[in-house]
């Protein structure tokens, strides 16, 4: 299996930054895609940001301007960087990898991270 080890949340007053990273760790497999998600209380999870292998970028519409998603293909990591944050970006933010096997061969799989605590102050 896949496995991702989420850093970088905490506290932040409005109009401050952070920056999110998530590593993905395992044997005999390929990343496809990563990206973020988040919950917050009472409401359902949904995607914030996410980015393909080759670079391609998707954004919510409540982030875009303020947050950006980047990677590292060699060391399999994936970084967002939250600027201009709002109360309303409080929540729990969740790593996503989308992968595919090399043992056994072309197996797609998906796995999540445990998530970590965002909170923004107003």
């Known amino acids: 299996q896949v496995q991702l080890v989420e850093s970088g949340g905490g506290w932040m007053q409005a109009g401050g930054s952070l920056r999110l990273s998530c590593a993905a760790s395992?044997?005999?497999?390929?990343?496809?895609?990563m990206g973020w998600y988040r919950q917050a209380p009472g409401k359902q999870r949904e995607l914030v940001a996410a980015?393909?292998?080759?670079?391609?970028?998707n954004y919510a519409v409540s982030v875009k301007g303020r947050f950006a998603i980047s990677r590292d293909n060699t060391k399999n990591t994936v970084y967002l960087q939250m600027n201009s944050l709002k109360p309303e970006d409080t929540a729990i933010y969740y790593c996503?990898?989308?992968?595919?096997?090399?043992?056994?061969?072309?197996?797609?799989?998906?796995?999540w991270g445990q998530g970590t605590q965002v909170t923004v102050s107003s």
């Open positions: 996503n990898a989308d992968y595919i096997t090399t043992i056994p061969k072309f197996h797609p799989g998906s796995s």
């Open positions: 395992g044997s005999s497999f390929s990343i496809n895609a």
């Open positions: 980015i393909t292998s080759g670079g391609a970028t």
